[in-house]
């Protein structure tokens, strides 16, 4: 079925990203994802290729501290394979996922972030939330402890931007 704005507009987005630098210069992003309505086994993973690219990138390499909480408790992340983890917890209570991801590749397709610049690719950065690809997602790129200069340039919906094009943004699905 075709997708109108008020189609969209009663969608709300499920799986929300917050992407921000923990260090530039051990090239670090840190990725927070809530999932508000999680299976009571959330599964999520990483791509192993990407699009236009038919090589296996395998980005769970670069993927450090994977951690859960609900409630405010840590929850066990149990690792099933290289690109894949489950988390038992509460369905309908939010899902909070948090780690972060080593970005020193120049090709388009993953991630590289150091003191000049900084860039990635969903697919290298994005955990996919099994049951919910379909779904809107929202990804806010958050600029604290940036470079004053530092703009930003995404392909995806703004939402609610600043000048520089940080903040908030939605896709139609993962």
């Known amino acids: 079925p075709q997708m109108t704005a008020a189609t969209r507009s009663v969608r709300a987005p499920t799986v929300c990203y917050a992407v921000a630098v923990h260090s530039l210069h051990a090239h670090l992003f840190a990725i927070t994802v809530t999932i508000t309505r999680p299976a009571a086994r959330q599964v999520v993973s990483l791509p192993t290729w990407i699009a236009g690219s038919y090589l296996l990138r395998e980005f769970s390499k670069h993927l450090q501290g994977l951690q859960a909480r609900q409630d405010g408790k840590a929850l066990t992340v149990q690792q099933l394979d290289k690109c894949t ?24 397709r993953t991630a590289w972030l150091d003191t000049e610049r900084g860039f990635f690719n969903g697919t290298s950065v994005c955990l996919k939330v099994h049951g919910q690809e379909g779904r809107p997602h929202r990804l806010q790129v958050i600029n604290d402890g940036l470079p004053a200069d530092w703009q930003m340039a995404c392909s995806l919906r703004a939402e609610t931007t600043a000048a520089n094009g940080f903040g908030s943004y939605v896709a139609d699905d993962y």
């Open 85 to 108: 983890w489950q988390i038992d917890c509460q369905p309908g209570k939010t899902l909070a996922l948090s780690y972060m991801v080593y970005a020193l590749d120049a090709s388009v």
